[in-house]
C-alpha cells in the first residue's frame, strides 16, 4: 500500500538524520509529520506538502540522508 511504502520512506529519513543539530532534527520531524498527515489526507493540501518537502531539500545532511529525502521527494510528489 501507498502508506506502508510512506512509511518506509519516512523512517528512512528519520534513520538518516543522527549528525545533524538538534534544530535541523526537530525540522524534519515537523516536515516528517505534515507529510504524513497531508499524504494521507484526502484531499492533501499541496501548498502544505511542497514547503515541507522544501523544508527537507534545504537540510543538509550525510549523503543518506540527502538520498533518503530524494527517495520521500519522488514518492509525494505524485500528491502534487
Partial sequence: TDGGELAKLIAAVQGATGSLAPEDKEAVQESLEVIEAEASAEKP??????????????????????AAVAALAQFVGQYL
Fill in 45 to 66: 493540501k499541496k501548498s502544505m506538502l511542497r514547503t515541507a518537502l522544501s523544508t527537507l531539500s534545504t537540510i543538509k545532511g550525510i549523503a543518506e540522508f540527502g
